[in-house]
């Protein structure tokens, strides 16, 4: 036997498979690189590129045109090509905490930055992200603080005649422990999927630190499939990896939540957990809120906990599903059995939140007590995830 | 309350976010689209840019001339750009079923591809993939059979004084079972991590598919991080979103085989598993492979399944742990014991080649048995896929 030093093995390594990277194509610059003013500088080596631009949701929005009239668009800067070949920008300003998503544009394409490897999926579309740290967006980041587990797995829906997916999130603890835990039911928009709330919700990571910080109780958070129609988020079923389109797979006809007891069966049967209305809570965004708050008057002995997270407030009288009908009786039954949180928080600029307004007013009207939670900006995932951190904290 | 048709929910959903992909540098076209003959289309809408390539792994690869002398380069394609600006590639042959990888090229610089939201990361870059079914491709694809759980948890490592990311996966009906289960201990290669056996390796398909196709025995498989000196795959602990590099944290100084017990602890006190050498089994690709064999030959009661693929077969004897002396006395002692399975599988172009060769020339004057599994190419995960597919069959 030979005897290769390892720095052998590693150079030999590089040319065998890095060095792809390394010498065809690939790039050995830093990009994003958070300065330690808070500033940030995006980096792209493109010597052959005529025009480097590059989106994020940290740029002022601009005005555009476009085939639905005049829009709000992401904002877009220039970067500046050095003689080397290296593109550079750097935001003018120090960005607050958060967690940021932006892309490149190559002469007039979008896509990711080739020099960052984390990026998140939201429909069809990927972005690269970074988080820069500081305040509410510490909670976003992997702290050192015990972790909790998260698990893909499956059930079987028999209401929707259909093996599902479905992610969970069990807190640090729960396994070696013989206590039962409270569960947290947290459904995704329309577009979504059992992948959003961990992926750009940052779920795990909000519950690991509010644990930690003894700001939350521990809880097991279920995070479903509210496509009634979906198997599993795209690339995870049999459908194989097929284009994620927004409206693809979501109905909004009901069979999601009539079928949501099959979860509720599931997790109560496969876990140790506590199973009364005062342990469970069910909160969503968007068309996950107009799921939650379906659900829970639906079924108004099972939540004591109800979250609307810019919720898709809109009747569905129209669709033949029960669950739609009869809206002001149910919500009538639900209070009457005394929820102990009714939450609703919204944007001040989501496109909702006038529907938004008129349904605190049909509750104020009916002395049905809520809790509101109001931020600026829209129909974004910065917002989920404060409503996120804020609410997970008042519950059990 | 106003009455909201679906249709004008949906619209302001598209306007308040979708649109931003939509009107804004989005793309409607379809990429990769797999033809009915297999071959591959692959389009990219880019009015703007001045040349459009391609490169990926069904492409013949080329010479090319680099800082480290001539080299086996991946092969690159140009694309045509029709009247509508959309750049257009289809493979000229059908391709062999097989999950496959590319990156466009715009005007020089590498990127993934914008339309595709199915990408891996291997160290430090991420490459757009699909798969081309059929075959043992087959195996790589979510069919539709019961499917396993697949958990990130943490454990901690008292020998490495550190708590530790572990991706864990249950076969399909170990959670209603009360049952005890064979544990196969599955380990990454340098610059890997515990996401590279289930991303890249596609783990959990294949186990699920071979244990569908009573294939393979329900088993647990277990991938630790096989980086002493890491907690957790980058971006996955307090180091937070950092570039990773290709032996950043890879160490092989004999400290992750020595903790290694510590795994066996942990998965033996956690789950519900048969406890003896004839339900265990280790195996791991390259720097695992090295892994696997030094560990195995350390603690010769552990393992009666060993799995070495296009190992790092490497003397560490320069290195002062206890692990790398005395090699040979210690395989004497692990065959004494009659291991039933050592595997060695290595392809005829990996620069490991000889190395394993020599290695099994002194197996070989020590008749110490082992089956052997030879393929075409090198060191690339293609033939680490087809390793796992034919070692698991022939566990427990």
Do not use: C
């Amino acid at each position: 036997m030979k005897r290769l030093a390892i720095l052998s093995f590693v150079m030999m390594l590089f040319s065998a498979s890095y060095a792809q990277q390394a010498l065809f194509g690939g790039q050995d610059i830093v990009s994003p690189q958070i300065n330690s003013n808070n500033t940030v500088t995006f980096r792209l080596q493109a010597p052959q590129a005529v025009k480097v631009e590059l989106t994020g949701d940290f740029l002022p929005t601009q005005k555009r045109q476009t085939p639905m009239g005049e829009m709000d668009a992401p904002g877009v800067a220039g970067l500046t090509k050095n003689a080397q070949g290296v593109w550079e920008f750097t935001t003018p300003n120090a960005l607050a905490p958060e967690l940021y998503s932006y892309s490149f544009i190559i002469d007039g394409v979008s896509v990711t930055d080739p020099n960052n490897v984390y990026m998140i999926r939201d429909v069809g579309s990927v972005t690269s992200i970074f988080i820069m740290g500081g305040g509410r967006a510490d909670l976003y980041k992997v702290n050192d603080v015990p972790h909790g587990t998260v698990a893909r797995r499956w059930y079987h829906s028999p209401s929707l005649n259909m093996d599902r997916r479905i992610t969970i999130y069990t807190p640090p603890g729960y396994e070696q422990s013989k206590g039962e835990y409270p569960v947290f039911y947290l459904l995704h928009g329309a577009g979504g999927d059992e992948e959003a709330w961990i992926a750009l919700g940052r779920t795990s990571q909000i519950l690991d630190n509010l644990i930690a910080q003894k700001k939350a109780k521990p809880m097991i958070v279920v995070m479903t499939n509210g496509n009634a129609g979906q198997q599993a988020a795209p690339g995870e079923s049999v459908k194989g990896m097929y284009k994620p389109s927004f409206m693809g797979d979501t109905r909004m006809d009901g069979d999601f939540e009539k079928a949501f007891p099959d979860v509720i069966k599931f997790v109560e049967s496969n876990y140790h957990v506590k199973k009364n209305k005062a342990n469970r809570a069910i909160a969503g965004l968007s068309m996950g809120g107009f799921h939650s708050m379906h659900i829970s008057k639906q079924y108004p002995d099972l939540f004591d906990y109800v979250g609307l997270f810019s919720a898709a407030i809109m009747p569905r009288e129209d669709v033949t599903s029960e669950i739609y009908q009869n809206t002001d009786e149910k919500l009538k039954v639900q209070f009457a059995q005394k929820p102990r949180l009714y939450y609703i928080a919204i944007g001040t600029a989501d496109f909702l939140f006038s529907a938004n307004t008129d349904f605190r007013k049909k509750l104020d009207e009916n002395k049905y007590p809520y809790t509101y939670y109001e931020t600026g900006e829209g129909h974004i995932w910065k917002n989920w995830r404060i409503y996120l951190s804020e609410f997970a904290p008042l519950l059990f």
